[in-house]
């Protein structure tokens, strides 16, 4: 019997899903690298939304108080060799910028405080001095006027470094990074795996709920510790981007959809989640990078963090002290009819949990890009302020659509790893690696992926049993048991 069919078709991204400043530098970058566009245009999206981050939100309502903040979590998928890593890279070089802005910065303001502080002490020194002698000769005005000289010298406030990302860091420490930049921060991860496998371990599960409650980007978090004590922190906003290879993001998805690990929602956050196909063919483009367009980018990223919720026209701060805009009449009418009939779809019950689960995410997906679309044009120059607009919110409309697709693909990877395995090793059967009479050892010895251990190959081997493409023969020699594969003759003739 044939096995099931491998993944579903994710859509290609369009160009022209794009905001326009952001397209010609996509575009070069992703020609130069003969990689899929959606790599760089999903973490370019990422890197966008932790720069607003909370400093303006969005009401997708007409009136009600609901609010949005534009924070999003994004991973890219792919094999090693199809340079999930370097896309990122480019897109992260207009933050790096930004990055070593701020320790300049930083820096100088340090140097100055320090100058502050040694001239605040060595005043205060002198004023002592003075103060005791005014109270040797009885002088009380004298006295009265340096105890007011004492007081108009403040100490100076400690300046702060402004954090735009961490690669690396415990909640513990991002909560310290958050207390000082409570507009939010990005976690960029170059292999996701590695941090989903750290979330899994015993003893990290206040980790795991740091994560989830920073996911909303509007609330505050509060930790206690007998051994650190408590912490409030009031803004609790983080944007996350990553890359994952398809084996161990498959393997993941199949324990959360079974009920093991994982199964709490985190991965459904991963709305600007990508899993395109490779290119099929490959060109050599050998140019130099657009100049232009990548400067264009790079001032829209730093107007962004210099964005004033002011000039947008944004509303005044609601509970969560957020300022926030709204959608235009016509973008409200998309937004409304988009999301009647996502709510229709979430109810009917004919999508698969997993997938229903992270569809319902979407409802704060299209206003959040909506809103980073337009502020994107906005602080280009070539949009407007003010509320969002109908160009933007179609766009958003289109990303949901476009990212809906690489979400079934994602689930539909969750299947029994052991499925994965049966496809490779009958794949190798027919081009003739693996022969008639030959042992499960000799097959994982070759270390082929998908095939690498003795557990990979049993369980590929189980499955080709129960379709009818092979039989198990067991026997010993000389002490040890081994086990050899009869194939279907069908499958001796191809081999």
């Not at 920073?214 to 650190?228: H, L, Q």
């Not at 059967?429 to 499960?440: A, C, E, L, N, Q």
Request: with cysteine.
């Amino acid at each position: 019997m044939p096995l099931p069919e491998g993944l579903p078709p994710a859509a290609p991204l369009d160009p022209t899903m794009l905001p326009e400043p952001l397209r010609g530098w996509i575009v070069d970058v992703s020609e130069r690298m003969q990689i899929p566009p959606d790599f760089a245009a999903a973490g370019a999206v990422v890197v966008a939304g932790s720069l607003i981050g909370r400093k303006l939100g969005i009401h997708p309502k007409r009136q009600d108080d609901w609010l949005v903040v534009p924070n999003l979590w994004g991973a890219v998928v792919g094999r090693p060799s199809l340079l999930k890593s370097p896309a990122l890279a480019e897109v992260m070089k207009p933050l790096a910028r930004l990055v070593a802005e701020a320790y300049e910065e930083y820096q100088e303001a340090r140097l100055a405080y320090e100058t502050d502080v040694m001239v605040a002490e060595a005043t205060k020194a002198a004023l002592k001095v003075e103060l005791k002698k005014a109270a040797k000769n009885g002088d009380r005005s004298k006295l009265e006027e340096i105890v007011r000289s004492s007081q108009d010298n403040d100490v100076p406030k400690e300046p702060l470094l402004r954090r735009y990302k961490s690669e690396d860091a415990t909640a513990e420490k991002l909560s310290e990074i958050l207390l000082e930049n409570p507009q939010g921060i990005l976690v960029h991860r170059d292999e996701l795996s590695g941090w989903l496998r750290n979330l899994d371990k015993q003893g990290r599960e206040g980790d795991r709920s740091f994560y989830l409650e920073a996911w909303n980007g509007t609330g505050g978090f509060d930790v206690d510790r007998i051994g650190r004590g408590s912490q409030h922190i009031p803004a609790l906003c983080l944007s996350i981007l990553g890359s994952i290879q398809p084996g161990p993001l498959s393997s993941y998805v199949y324990q959360a959809t079974q009920g093991e690990k994982g199964d709490d929602g985190l991965l459904q956050r991963f709305q600007l989640l990508v899993w395109p196909d490779p290119q099929p063919t490959w060109r050599n483009v050998d140019r130099w990078p657009d100049v232009e367009a990548k400067n264009r980018v790079d001032d829209v990223f730093k107007r962004l963090d210099a964005l004033n919720p002011e000039d947008v026209g944004a509303s005044g701060e609601d509970e969560e002290g957020i300022p926030a805009v709204r959608f235009s009449g016509d973008a409200q009418d998309i937004f409304d009819q988009w999301r009647d009939e996502l709510e229709i779809r979430l109810r009917s019950t004919e999508l698969p949990p997993a997938l229903e689960s992270h569809l319902a995410k979407y409802r704060s997906l299209m206003p959040s890009l909506a809103l980073i679309f337009q502020l994107i044009e906005f602080v280009d120059g070539s949009g407007d302020g003010g509320a969002v607009g109908l160009r933007t919110a179609l766009q958003a409309a289109a990303w949901c659509e476009y990212l809906e697709t690489h979400a079934a693909r994602l689930y539909s990877s969750a299947e029994n790893p052991a499925m994965e395995g049966a496809r490779a090793l009958l794949d190798r059967i027919r081009k003739g690696d693996v022969s008639d009479g030959d042992s499960t050892r000799s097959i994982y010895r070759k270390h082929r992926t998908k095939l690498s251990t003795p557990d990979e190959v049993k369980g590929a081997c189980s499955v080709l049993e129960e379709f009818g493409w092979l039989r198990f023969e067991a026997f010993k020699t000389s002490g040890r048991s081994t086990t050899r594969l009869h194939l279907h003759p069908t499958l001796k003739k191809q081999a």
